[in-house]
């Protein structure tokens, strides 16, 4: 099952046009779907597992169906389960705050590791930058796939807003990276 889910299913619908998968964790923020973008083992299944336990609503753990809808990128949640220590073929924890709804994705947080001790700093990408960086977070590059996709993906970053997250590489500063964003999704409104 955990291969079904996991692999299997979302490659079948990317297959089938029904979504294209971004490489992400993502939870909603004050009513907003964000999503935590780097690459394997660079936070985002810690950070997203601070989120759900702050209370905020898991999306996904680990691919990010996006699709486009009446002129907004939509994302809709995956599966009420999260892996927050990536052991092989496990499920992980059930979620009971599950987003089982789609909506429009209000942000891209890239995360980028820090110093121990630095400050988080939120800082926007612009221009060709954000394809660059978003680009290998985009999931199933077949070669019969991919024009439409790299079109899908160039549109959708020319309508949605990619931060740069630089945070310190520390457990115990979780709560302080966690501040930083929540209050920057806070002001975007």
Same mark, same amino acid.
């Given at each position: +099952?955990? =291969?079904?889910?996991? /692999?299997?299913?979302?490659?079948?619908?990317?297959?089938?046009?029904?979504?294209?998968?971004?490489?992400? #964790?993502?939870?909603?923020?004050?009513?907003?779907?964000?999503?935590?973008?780097?690459?394997s083992m660079g936070g985002?299944? @810690?950070? @997203?597992?601070?989120?759900?336990? /702050?209370?905020?609503?898991?999306?996904?753990?680990?691919?990010?169906?996006?699709?486009?809808? /009446?002129?907004?990128? +939509?994302?809709?949640?995956?599966?009420?389960?999260? %892996?927050?220590?990536?052991?092989?073929?496990?499920?992980?924890?059930?979620?009971?705050?599950? +987003?089982?709804?789609?909506?429009?994705? $209000?942000?891209?947080?890239?995360?980028? /590791?820090?110093?121990?001790?630095?400050? @988080? %700093?939120?800082?926007?990408?612009? #221009?060709?930058?954000?394809?660059?960086?978003?680009?290998?977070?985009?999931?199933?590059?077949?070669?019969?796939?991919?024009?439409? %996709?790299?079109r899908y993906l160039g $549109? +959708?970053?020319?309508?949605?807003?990619?931060?740069?997250?630089? $945070?310190? =590489?520390?457990?115990?500063?979780?709560?302080?990276?966690?501040?930083?964003?929540?209050?920057?999704?806070?002001?975007? #409104?």
């Open positions: +099952m955990f =291969w079904f889910v996991h /692999q299997i299913l979302p490659l079948w619908l990317t297959l089938e046009g029904y979504y294209d998968f971004i490489h992400a #964790g993502s939870v909603e923020i004050e009513g907003k779907i964000v999503a935590f973008i780097a690459p985002k299944s @810690t950070l @997203t597992d601070y989120f759900i336990r /702050q209370g905020h609503p898991l999306v996904t753990d680990d691919k990010l169906p996006t699709f486009f809808e /009446q002129g907004h990128f +939509m994302a809709v949640g995956s599966h009420p389960y999260h %892996r927050p220590f990536r052991e092989f073929e496990v499920f992980g924890y059930h979620v009971k705050k599950f +987003m089982k709804r789609s909506d429009e994705i $209000r942000a891209f947080y890239l995360l980028e /590791q820090g110093e121990l001790e630095s400050e @988080t %700093r939120i800082e926007e990408i612009t #221009g060709y930058e954000k394809f660059d960086l978003l680009q290998p977070s985009y999931l199933y590059e077949f070669s019969f796939l991919r024009l439409g %996709r790299l $549109r +959708m970053l020319d309508s949605l807003k990619v931060y740069r997250v630089t $945070r310190p =590489w520390n457990l115990e500063k979780l709560p302080e990276v966690y501040e930083a964003i929540h209050g920057h999704i806070r002001r975007l #409104g």
